[in-house]
């Protein structure tokens, strides 16, 4: 079908109710066009009969409201605009005549006009025509008799049937916004969507559901109709309508499936995990916000498909809903589903750098889903029987997915929370000079911190507790003069059954374990043969405790290894290979703060360690042979490494 602006083409067989919703479409375009032309148009009529075309014409006449006289052959003057229309029949005998029809709306008329209403006299038709009419009446109904009506033979073109024109309004309890047409937009849409979300209104969300299934096509708004479908989800699963959630998304899968964003697949997400339908909400995650093409992807500029743009806002939104996966299932005390999210995120965290995306910018939730961890490891605890196939504390499947490559904000409540579900109880049990007096292992698994005098043995053990005073410290250095074993998560009174013997109440926790700050050496002013004694009990506990798992060995980040830690490297790098507890090694470089110039507010939090103070620390440590061994970077001022270092410590938690 062609439609111009000079001409217009229109073809009716007959007068059927399937073409009668064409006759209005084709009125609409016909009264733009003379509207912006103010010139004839020209119309061809194709019709099977001549009787058909005359009923097409006149029912053309009525739709388009011309309220003068029809004639045939004639011209009517005083007339605002002229429509000049040519018929064609195509019959035996091919006929052509020139109609001229007009409309009365002039201004200087208007006045005149609604006088003299009542003495407009109406059209008298022929019998054919009439006849034509009548038939078109009778068979389409009285319906389809268009807004004029025959009497007598009589065309009474002033009456209009206003049922046919009148474009359908669904209305809305809101102010703002209080109907929906054709001609609402898309922001119209979802501001009414927003407010029947809000205030519950089952009302305004029916009609908009009709509205957007039933008036709009694939191309309203530009196609934005597929985000408004989305919209229209959430909102009908945040109101329990799972019915028209359903099928809001199957026409949005099937329709638009070229322009989903994701953010509105993460939206979706959210929305079924609200009303527990894992199932689904797991197949958008699958199939809307899958990585696997922009990670197979690889251009000949050698760009990273991941750093784009389109490659970073899919990845912020897969993240943030395999987060809402995690903390969903936490607070429902789900942790096996729980610790799947955690290990998708780490799969994410493997090549989270590549993105090039900021912790800002990724907004990933850790602390809502570490309070939902503590909160379901709370409510496993109180069980009979635990489930021995999870971890000891699933907190460590959160810390795990922290610590797989995703950047970290510098936020504190983020780690005392990590904190406090890690360290729920912990207290001094004992002190010990000799093998003997140190307390039975039990199963539990031990970590013990090692190095020079002042390097900041008892604060780091503090940082890492989140106590202010667990262990003491002082300026003076070498007050630390004993193995101080310091219990975690166990029996609430340990000290008094290690210390007196008693049998004791209560259970401790899976997660149990002893934290052992050795006395240091170099500095700390103490006879040489006290310092020798310490030195030789220290090698006897490396070697022969079987349940010892990690040995932190702390190195001032300010000067490096001295030649007291060579002595201690050396040592474990000679017992290591013989040890029964066959424990893991790392190197901490604390004090980093004091590396950089300016307060650690100015430097933002970090602290930094100078090439040559790290290549000095790996060179003794290859000629140790504990050259493999971790480094990690802490300040017990700025906080800083105190996620690193649970990695290590969930060692010793797990015995």
Same mark, same amino acid.
């Given at each position: 079908m062609v439609r111009t602006l000079n001409q217009i083409m229109l073809q009716l067989p007959c007068l059927e109710n399937s073409k009668r919703d064409e006759l209005f479409c084709y009125e609409e375009a016909l009264v733009n066009a003379k509207m912006k032309q103010k010139m004839p148009t020209w119309i061809h009529i194709q019709a099977s009969s001549s009787r058909r075309?005359?009923?097409?014409?006149?029912?053309?006449?009525?739709?388009?409201?011309?309220?003068?006289?029809?004639?045939?052959?004639?011209?009517?003057?005083?007339?605002?605009?002229?429509?000049?229309?040519?018929?064609?029949?195509?019959?035996?005998?091919?006929?052509?005549?020139?109609?001229?029809?007009?409309?009365?709306?002039?201004?200087?008329?208007?006045?005149?006009?609604?006088?003299?209403?009542?003495?407009?006299?109406?059209?008298?038709?022929?019998?054919?025509?009439?006849?034509?009419?009548?038939?078109?009446?009778?068979?389409?109904?009285?319906?389809? &008799?268009?807004?004029?009506?025959?009497?007598?033979?009589?065309?009474?073109?002033?009456?209009?049937?206003?049922?046919?024109?009148?474009?359908?309004?669904?209305?809305?309890?809101?102010?703002?916004?209080?109907?929906?047409?054709?001609?609402?937009?898309?922001e119209d849409v979802m501001r009414a969507i927003k407010r029947a979300q809000n205030n519950h209104d089952v009302h305004d969300l029916r009609n908009i559901e009709r509205f957007l299934l039933e008036e709009c096509d694939i191309d309203f708004a530009y196609g934005y109709r597929g985000s408004l479908l989305a919209r229209l989800a959430v909102a009908a699963l945040h109101m329990n309508n799972h019915p028209l959630a359903r099928i809001a998304l199957d026409i949005r899968s099937a329709e638009y499936r070229s322009s989903m964003l994701p953010l509105e697949s993460a939206?979706?997400?959210?929305?079924?995990?609200?009303?527990?339908?894992?199932?689904?909400?797991? +197949?958008?995650?699958?199939?809307?916000? &899958?990585?696997?093409?922009?990670?197979?992807?690889?251009?000949?500029?050698?760009?990273?498909?991941?750093?784009?743009?389109?490659?970073?806002?899919?990845?912020?939104?897969?993240?943030?809903?395999?987060?809402?996966?995690?903390?969903?299932?936490?607070?429902?005390?789900?942790?096996?589903?729980?610790?799947?999210?955690? &290990?998708?995120?780490?799969?994410?965290?493997?090549?989270?750098?590549?993105?090039?995306?900021?912790?800002?910018?990724?907004?990933?939730?850790?602390?809502?889903?570490?309070?939902?961890?503590?909160?379901?490891?709370?409510?496993?605890?109180?069980?009979?029987?635990?489930?021995?196939?999870?971890?000891?504390?699933?907190?460590?499947?959160?810390?795990?997915?922290?610590?797989?490559?995703?950047?970290?904000?510098? +936020?504190?409540?983020?780690?005392?929370?990590?904190?406090?579900?890690?360290?729920?109880?912990?207290?001094?049990?004992?002190?010990?000079?000799?093998? +003997?007096?140190?307390?039975?292992?039990?199963?539990?698994?031990?970590?013990?911190?090692?190095?020079?005098? &002042?390097?900041?043995?008892?604060?780091?053990v503090n940082m890492i507790t989140n106590r202010k005073s667990l262990a003491y410290t002082s300026k003076r250095p070498g007050k630390t003069q004993q193995f101080n074993f310091f219990s975690v998560n166990d029996k609430p009174e340990l000290k008094r059954e290690i210390k007196y013997g008693d049998d004791t109440s209560g259970t401790r926790d899976r997660d149990c374990f002893y934290m052992v700050d050795v006395p240091g050496f170099g500095f700390a002013q103490v006879p040489q043969k006290i310092r020798q004694e310490w030195s030789d009990l220290l090698e006897e506990y490396l070697t022969s405790r079987s349940n010892l798992k990690v040995v932190f060995h702390l190195v001032d980040a300010r000067h490096g290894t001295t030649s007291e830690d060579e002595r201690i490297m050396k040592q474990v790098g000679r017992i290591l290979p013989v040890a029964k507890g066959n424990f893991t090694y790392v190197v901490v470089l604390t004090k980093a703060d004091k590396n950089v110039k300016g307060s650690a507010k100015q430097n933002g939090g970090y602290g930094a360690v100078s090439d040559q103070v790290v290549e000095t620390v790996r060179e003794t440590m290859r000629n140790s042979k504990v050259g493999h061994a971790p480094i990690v970077l802490t300040s017990s001022e700025t906080k800083l490494g105190r996620d690193d270092m649970w990695r290590y410590l969930r060692l010793a938690a797990e015995g």
């Amino acid at each position: 079908m062609v439609r111009t602006l000079n001409q217009i083409m229109l073809q009716l067989p007959c007068l059927e109710n399937s073409k009668r919703d064409e006759l209005f479409c084709y009125e609409e375009a016909l009264v733009n066009a003379k509207m912006k032309q103010k010139m004839p148009t020209w119309i061809h009529i194709q019709a099977s009969s001549s009787r058909r075309a005359y009923a097409f014409l006149m029912c053309l006449s009525i739709s388009l409201r011309i309220t003068s006289a029809f004639t045939v052959g004639g011209q009517t003057k005083g007339k605002t605009f002229l429509l000049k229309s040519m018929l064609t029949v195509n019959t035996q005998q091919t006929l052509q005549t020139q109609y001229h029809l007009a409309s009365t709306r002039s201004n200087g008329e208007a006045s005149q006009d609604k006088t003299n209403k009542k003495q407009t006299k109406p059209t008298t038709l022929s019998r054919p025509e009439r006849k034509a009419w009548e038939r078109a009446k009778k068979e389409n109904g009285s319906q389809a &008799n268009g807004p004029g009506q025959v009497k007598n033979g009589v065309l009474m073109s002033k009456q209009v049937n206003q049922k046919r024109t009148r474009k359908k309004v669904y209305k809305l309890h809101s102010q703002a916004v209080s109907e929906l047409t054709s001609e609402s937009s898309a922001e119209d849409v979802m501001r009414a969507i927003k407010r029947a979300q809000n205030n519950h209104d089952v009302h305004d969300l029916r009609n908009i559901e009709r509205f957007l299934l039933e008036e709009c096509d694939i191309d309203f708004a530009y196609g934005y109709r597929g985000s408004l479908l989305a919209r229209l989800a959430v909102a009908a699963l945040h109101m329990n309508n799972h019915p028209l959630a359903r099928i809001a998304l199957d026409i949005r899968s099937a329709e638009y499936r070229s322009s989903m964003l994701p953010l509105e697949s993460a939206a979706i997400i959210r929305g079924l995990l609200r009303v527990h339908n894992v199932t689904h909400a797991r +197949d958008i995650l699958e199939n809307e916000l &899958n990585l696997e093409p922009f990670l197979a992807e690889r251009s000949d500029e050698y760009i990273d498909p991941l750093s784009s743009e389109e490659g970073q806002e899919l990845f912020i939104h897969r993240a943030s809903a395999i987060c809402s996966f995690a903390s969903r299932h936490f607070y429902e005390n789900e942790p096996e589903m729980a610790l799947n999210a955690c &290990n998708m995120l780490v799969e994410m965290g493997r090549v989270a750098k590549r993105t090039k995306l900021t912790a800002e910018q990724l907004e990933i939730p850790w602390l809502r889903i570490l309070q939902g961890a503590a909160q379901c490891e709370a409510a496993m605890r109180q069980q009979a029987e635990p489930n021995i196939k999870l971890p000891v504390n699933v907190v460590y499947g959160v810390l795990n997915a922290m610590l797989s490559g995703f950047p970290l904000t510098k +936020d504190n409540r983020v780690y005392e929370t990590l904190s406090n579900a890690l360290v729920r109880r912990v207290e001094f049990v004992t002190g010990a000079v000799d093998m +003997d007096t140190f307390p039975p292992a039990e199963g539990r698994g031990e970590a013990v911190f090692i190095g020079r005098s &002042n390097v900041g043995k008892s604060s780091l053990v503090n940082m890492i507790t989140n106590r202010k005073s667990l262990a003491y410290t002082s300026k003076r250095p070498g007050k630390t003069q004993q193995f101080n074993f310091f219990s975690v998560n166990d029996k609430p009174e340990l000290k008094r059954e290690i210390k007196y013997g008693d049998d004791t109440s209560g259970t401790r926790d899976r997660d149990c374990f002893y934290m052992v700050d050795v006395p240091g050496f170099g500095f700390a002013q103490v006879p040489q043969k006290i310092r020798q004694e310490w030195s030789d009990l220290l090698e006897e506990y490396l070697t022969s405790r079987s349940n010892l798992k990690v040995v932190f060995h702390l190195v001032d980040a300010r000067h490096g290894t001295t030649s007291e830690d060579e002595r201690i490297m050396k040592q474990v790098g000679r017992i290591l290979p013989v040890a029964k507890g066959n424990f893991t090694y790392v190197v901490v470089l604390t004090k980093a703060d004091k590396n950089v110039k300016g307060s650690a507010k100015q430097n933002g939090g970090y602290g930094a360690v100078s090439d040559q103070v790290v290549e000095t620390v790996r060179e003794t440590m290859r000629n140790s042979k504990v050259g493999h061994a971790p480094i990690v970077l802490t300040s017990s001022e700025t906080k800083l490494g105190r996620d690193d270092m649970w990695r290590y410590l969930r060692l010793a938690a797990e015995g």
